[in-house]
């Protein structure tokens, strides 16, 4: 790989010739584990444990990653999330977009060198939702010289937070994209997580200067994370460091990291809660049995006894005591300015609709993302001059292409009543405006570049790869184009991506073909496993301009459904929260079956009742 050879040149000429190659070979495959403490289940774990072991290394490491798939009936691949891959782009791990499904009885090899990049970072299956069933662990970047470090700490201790479903994901994206669900109601988790189980106790020392690492991992649920007593000082968002700011609360979207520091008391007498809270907002409705607010514990003293559980179910009791912040007001520590007057501005609406399959999709512009039939970056690799060309990866891939260099603004229009965590792989972007949520759906609050209160962008903004947007709200992002490579920009609530919320941006294609030339011999094979072709257009065409046979969404509903539509939206609703009650219950209830028999007759019930009422 010619990336790696510039690496390695460069790498002499600095003299950082300390860096080291760790080796990885992990098979994965089903483990039963009890996370949670309510009910057992298969995990995907890794050479037979889980959770899954954290990835610690260091700046200019290089890292050869073996990764068997010896689970026999799905596919699999590893995405290591916020790690630029600059070079490396063949190794970011999305399917179908930089790289083939791994198929069962399968091995990739990522190799790929992590670069200058400091702080926590995380890997998880970017094969749909699979990192819900397990396939997700911490990376960990330290500074190669210590003395480079921009805060002092003691110790560094690791944090996961997540939401955690009884079902496996492939059962819950089977109810959940069907047209029983016909408002798109995302399905309620069973639990949340903390460090991958519950009521946990961290022993610390009094006088100690932590420095926490916490990520999200989950599919779906924002969290918010408290410990009593005690503050938290952030110095570092998604990999990024910032002015340190100090908080008495973090809220942290799925896909996000933060890294505070934690400094303890000094007497040592008394133990706290360490709360961990589903962010409530985000779920249609609102089983009474499930757990909003979770208690763990910081311990000074294992003799003393520990503080009661906080009241599980009162989450309005909960946010009483928080002061939220805004990582809108977080400023990078580098001094990075507002980039200049963006060469290319990328304008993207997000829907929901129901199409005609009566599956609710989730749109930019009126498109879904539905996967190529050639990964996004081997149309790149075999389309010759053709490459600048968008045409080429189809109609259904919301693929941009950017010249190389050239300042990227993109604007994001959320038509949308619900929060969403967008995540761009490659990246870190500039947040430049961002509106609060509304709850008036009819008049969403949409960026318009000549109103000053929304273009008075801050001098230093907010720099990280996963940012939130606010309810039927905008952002606005800039970043350059400076790494040549194939890069998903997508929702990280997983059942959203599932749905196809997802666009890709080519970035620099003449550059990829210059570079990058070659697919490792290794990830050809893969795709050879699971038959998928590594040369044409999205539709597998060596004509690339022509598009027969590409992967379309679903035609539009019906003409005239709409307009009966107005009755069946109320029923809609009815069978939507049935709907994901049902999941909801099922997961707590352990039945595996298909309950879609079920949910038919229970439509036809309402619908009789509905014909009876007229
Ligand atoms: C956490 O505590 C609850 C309530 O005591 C218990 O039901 C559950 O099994 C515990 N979970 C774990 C993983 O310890
Ligand atoms: C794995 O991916 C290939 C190519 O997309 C597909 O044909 C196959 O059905 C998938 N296998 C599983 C188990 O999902
Ligand atoms: C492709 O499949 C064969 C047969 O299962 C297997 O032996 C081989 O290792 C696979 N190749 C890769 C790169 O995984
Ligand atoms: C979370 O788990 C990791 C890995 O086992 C451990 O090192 C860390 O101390 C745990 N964090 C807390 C807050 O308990
Ligand atoms: C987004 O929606 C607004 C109005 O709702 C419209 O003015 C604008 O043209 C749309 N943008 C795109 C790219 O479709
Ligand atoms: C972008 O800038 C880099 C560094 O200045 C340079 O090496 C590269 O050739 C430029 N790319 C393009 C497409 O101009
Ligand atoms: C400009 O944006 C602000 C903030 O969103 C809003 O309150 C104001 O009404 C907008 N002004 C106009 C003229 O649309
Ligand atoms: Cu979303």
């Not at 889980?50 to 610690?56: A, G």
């Not at 952030?234 to 609360?249: H, K, L, M, N």
């Not at 709360?275 to 909003?292: C, G, H, S, T, W």
């Not at 990280?492 to 550059?511: F, K, M, Y």
């Amino acid at each position: 790989m010619l990336g790696l050879q510039i690496f390695l040149l460069l790498s002499c000429m600095c003299g950082f010739a300390v860096s080291k190659t760790h080796n990885f070979d992990w098979e994965i495959g089903y483990v039963t584990a009890n996370p949670d403490g309510m009910h057992e289940r298969r995990m995907i774990g890794i050479n037979n444990q889980w959770p899954n072991p954290t990835i610690r290394v260091k700046q200019h490491d290089r890292i050869i990653l073996n990764l068997h798939n010896g689970l026999p009936d799905r596919n699999a691949s590893l995405h290591f999330h916020g790690l630029l891959q600059r070079g490396f782009n063949g190794e970011d791990g999305p399917e179908m977009v930089t790289q083939c499904p791994v198929g069962p009885g399968s091995t990739i090899t990522y190799d790929f060198n992590v670069g200058g990049q400091t702080g926590t970072y995380w890997y998880h299956s970017h094969s749909g939702s699979q990192y819900g069933d397990g396939l997700r662990g911490m990376i960990i970047i330290e500074y190669a010289d210590k003395k480079d470090e921009p805060y002092s700490y003691d110790e560094d201790v690791s944090l996961s937070v997540n939401d955690h479903y009884h079902l496996e994901s492939p059962a819950i994206v089977k109810q959940f994209l069907s047209r029983f669900n016909p408002t798109g109601a995302e399905p309620i988790p069973q639990n949340s997580l903390f460090n991958e189980t519950k009521n946990v106790t961290w022993n610390v020392k009094p006088d100690t200067t932590y420095l926490l690492r916490i990520v999200n991992m989950g599919l779906f649920v924002s969290q918010y994370l408290q410990i009593e007593n005690h503050k938290f000082v952030i110095v570092e968002i998604d990999g990024v460091a910032v002015q340190p700011y100090e908080v008495d609360s973090i809220y942290i979207t799925v896909g996000q990291r933060y890294a505070a520091l934690v400094k303890t008391k000094s007497q040592s007498g008394t133990n706290y809660r360490f709360i961990n809270a589903l962010d409530v907002e985000m779920l249609d409705v609102v089983p009474e049995d499930l757990q909003l607010v979770s208690t763990n514990y910081l311990v000074y003293d294992e003799g003393a006894s520990k503080p009661e559980h906080y009241p599980y179910y009162d989450f309005e009791k909960f946010t009483e005591s928080l002061h939220g912040f805004n990582d809108f007001d977080l400023t990078p520590l580098s001094g990075e300015k507002l980039l200049p007057e963006p060469d290319i501005t990328i304008e993207v609406n997000f829907s929901m609709e129901v199409l005609g399959d009566g599956v609710t999709y989730a749109l930019f512009n009126d498109k879904s993302y539905v996967p190529p039939k050639v990964p996004i970056l081997y149309t790149v690799l075999s389309s010759g001059e053709l490459t600048t060309n968008p045409e080429i990866y189809g109609s259904n891939t919301n693929t941009f292409v950017l010249q190389g260099n050239e300042t990227v603004e993109l604007i994001l229009n959320n038509h949308d009543p619900g929060k969403h965590a967008f995540h761009l792989h490659g990246h870190n972007f500039q947040v430049i405006s961002r509106s609060p949520g509304t709850d008036d759906e009819d008049h969403p609050v949409e960026f318009d570049p000549s109103n000053d209160t929304m273009t008075d962008y801050p001098e230093y903004p907010m720099i990280r790869d996963t940012v939130e947007v606010n309810s039927n709200g905008y952002f606005v992002l800039r970043f350059k184009a400076n790494n040549p490579g194939v890069w998903f920009f997508h929702c990280h609530v997983d059942w959203h991506l599932e749905q196809g919320l997802a666009l890709v941006l080519v970035e620099a294609p003449e550059e990829i073909q210059a570079h990058q030339q070659h697919i490792s011999a290794n990830h050809v094979e893969v795709c050879k496993n699971v038959s998928v072709p590594i040369q044409g257009n999205a539709a597998a065409n060596m004509d690339f301009l022509d598009l027969m046979g590409q992967n379309l969404q679903q035609p539009p509903l019906p003409e005239g459904f709409t307009a009966k539509g107005y009755i069946a939206m109320a029923l809609c609703t009815l069978v939507a929260v049935y709907g994901i009650w049902s999941i909801y219950k099922y997961g707590i209830e352990d039945v595996s079956k298909d309950n879609s028999v079920e949910v038919i007759e229970r439509l036809s019930r309402i619908l009789d009742e509905h014909d009876g009422e007229r």
